[in-house]
């Protein structure tokens, strides 16, 4: 029994196989590939783009170039308005075709897949194969870019660094292409290289700044593309200041007169920086201190200070100042140098000076004047130096003045002595005469003096004529003895001259009739040329 049902199954299975077999041996498999393809692969919004379908026959051609050839190819999409031109298309064992067509993709058409059926015959037996494409929908790239400093002052030479975070926000990778920050880092890009940076992720780059000698204003931006889009884009961050910490106590320091008591200073002290300063200590050039006790002051703040300097030599007076900024910085500054000498009391000095012309203005511009000191003090004075003022125009057309030098003595004592000096002074004018002179502890003293520059003397005008008149008819007597000899001369030389002008007057007039010759000749042979080459042509043609 159960061998029988054994051989009743093996029957059956027989019977399949015998039915089957036809299907199995003559069912011809597909020979042809068929893709699609779409432009652009992505979009941000409704477009329009290309969608291109790709038959390849992958039938092998036999030896004498026949085989089974595609044919009745047909596009058929379950879209409107979407054609793709077939009609009378072949294609031949081993090669391939594509077939394009336009399209609009609207927003709902973005992101879903486009079936697309390809009909088509292989040798007799009619074929179909199903394709798609999809657009993406792409979101607009999205970039963030920050920027944070160490810190947002500093004095020159100190360094801020500086951190720049580029945020890729979008949903599509980015690539980063510069990063300038103009008053930081100049025109170049801070990227050392490219960078992708991919959807939600960021990027950070850093630059040290060293601060020069002026405030400086960050203003960074980054450029990318888009790797989708392959568009590119910018992202800025708000301006950043960067300040220079400036410390600065601008003194203004007023000399007084000097008395018996000795020179009175007046210092005027503001703080015209950035920085609030503490401890604020003025001293001497001898380091007496000029502030009993130390002070503050506030931004804008000043103060006013009072210093009074005896000295029994010449001193050069300087002022230090020194403090602590807020930051905890040294401040440190010094005042120019003033001088400071021994009192004198002025009832024990005097001197009288005065200029008086010796000799007139000569033909040459120059004068002769005699100098007057007169010490009438009780002290010698020294270093006495006797000027001229002159006028002059500066390289801005100002007019300036400046002291010639003229005399100078190391002593004048007591008494009264005198000079005579030879000066130019180019012309008559006003002259003004300075004397510069010291005491006994150097303190300066300037004396002036006016004299006029002129011929000494009144003119006679009736002398003057009468002697004009005279010189005149003498002259007129020795002249009409001797004239008609220059008359006779003079004559001659005229002819000569005119016989020459005549003969050069002749050879330009012929040289110029040869020139004019010369010229119509070339002329006459250029036209005759012309004439030539133009029936070449004409001959040619």
Known sequence: MKLEMRCLKLQRLLTAVLFLMPLIIFSPAYAAEVSASVLPATMISAGDGTITITLKNTNEPAEDGSGTEITDISILSSMPDIYFDTEGSSIAPGESKSFSASCYFSEEMLNTSLSFTVNYTEGTRARSKDVSVKV???????????????????????????????????????????????????????????QTIEAG?????????????????????????????????????AALTLGMVNSRISVEVIQGEATAAGVTFTLNLTNNGNQKINDIKITDDLGNRVNPEAFALAIGENRQLTYNVVTEEERYVTFSITGVTTSGDKYEDK???????KYIDPDLLGIQFTAAVTETLNSAGSIGVRFDINNTGSMTMTDLVISMEDAYTDENGAE????????????????NFETTKTVYVGEPRDLTFVVQLNDPAGNPYTYTAHIK???????????????????ISTLGAAVGNSISRALTIALIVLAVLTVISVIAMAVLTALERKQRREAARRRAARERQARREQRNRDSLS
């Not at 630059?207 to 992202?235: F, I």
């Not at 520059?453 to 010189?471: C, H, I």
């Open 453 to 471: 520059a002129e011929v000494l003397g009144v003119r006679n005008v009736q002398e003057t004529d009468d002697a004009q008149q005279s010189a």
């Open 201 to 237: 992720a960021s990027s950070e780059v850093q630059y040290v700044y060293k601060m020069g000698k002026s405030t400086v204003t960050s203003e960074p931006t980054v450029t990318y593309k888009d790797t989708l889009t392959n568009e590119e884009g910018t992202a800025s961050a």
């Open 136 to 194: 993406l929908a792409a979101k607009a790239s999205s970039v963030t870019l920050t920027r944070s400093a160490s810190s947002k002052q500093a004095s020159p030479g100190e360094e801020i660094t500086l951190t720049y975070r580029i945020s890729n926000t979008g949903d599509a990778p980015i690539t980063l292409t510069s990063l300038v920050d103009r008053e930081i880092g100049g025109k170049d890009s801070m990227l050392k290289e490219k």
């Open 335 to 341: 005042t120019k140098s003033y001088v400071v000498r």
């Open 400 to 415: 300036q003045t400046k002291l010639t030098e003229i005399y100078r003595t190391d002593t004048v004592p007591a008494g």
